[in-house]
């Protein structure tokens, strides 16, 4: 049951004004501590999907952190575009754990929580979320003949259409972890969040 990993670093960071990506926090950067997350907590192989104007930067910086990333060569439709991506990229996976590179507070143990949920319990369940005081955060895990619904030509426009369909059947795993429910959109948010980093 081997757990495909995807970070989404795709996005043109307009508010903040420059790449969210890169923001460092005690000489780590938000994609090296997001990446640490999810290799250490299990996925099996990881992927940074990048795109648009801060391509070459991300290219680089997962280099460095020994990340593989592939490109979104139209972001324009925003994650899903990238989430798409990332399900043509070869390869063999059972689920794909996605995860946008601005919730930058996710930690190892969120992650294998999630796949050992997944693990234990798949064939009950299609997808797998973490929430927080009821509300749903990231990261999501989809098993792949449920991901693979959003490379159909009529399929759903975005992952929260796939989610809210009818037959989607949803395990929430819970987490004390507020900071999986905080994105950073702005300078404000990086100056609230990032003294509370840990991962």
Known sequence: MRVRGVIIAAGESSRFGSP????EYQDRTVLERVSFALSSGGCDELL?????????????????IG???????????????????????????????IHPVDVAGVRAGDVSDLIESYRRDGDAFDAWVVSHQLKRGHPLLLRREKARRLLEKAGPPHLRAL???????????????????????????????SPLLDN
């Open 20 to 23: 969210k990506a890169l923001l």
């Open 48 to 64: 940074v999907v990048c795109g648009g104007t801060h391509q070459e930067l991300i290219e680089t910086e997962s280099k460095r």
């Open 67 to 97: 990340v593989l990333s592939i490109v979104n060569e139209d972001p324009t439709d925003g994650p899903i575009s990238s989430i798409r991506v990332a399900l043509r990229f070869p390869g063999e996976w059972d689920a794909i754990l």
């Open 163 to 193: 989610i809210s369909s009818d037959d989607m059947r949803i395990q929430h795993v819970v987490s004390e972890n507020a900071l999986l429910l905080e994105d950073i959109d702005d300078p404000g948010d990086w100056e609230r969040i």
